[in-house]
């Protein structure tokens, strides 16, 4: 009953893990096209993650949990996010306001 019990702890992981490919097998099992699209979006998702990495990390030194602190972040971004509309909105209306202007005039 031991040996059954050893047989299946140790050889079952074995076996996924000889069953299992490597990110270059994979990766050679694309089209060419999927190829290409992989290795031309691999820096961007590479800065994502670091970006989400580093928001975490950031997160992580306040005393509040990260998804507190993480929604703190959010409703910041969206305020700014609003008032650069705004600023925007006032700032394309000063410029129809002044085409209306120079076609009255002239």
Known sequence: MFAAGAVLCI?????IYYVTPTEEELFKRYNPELQKRSLANRQERQQDFDN?????????????PIWEAAAEDEARTKANSAEEQRRVAEEVQKQRDEIKRHSLNG
Do not use: I, Q, R, T
């Open 52 to 64: 989400f990495v580093g928001k975490m990390k950031e997160y992580s030194k306040s005393n509040k």
């Open 11 to 15: 050889g079952g992981p074995a076996l």
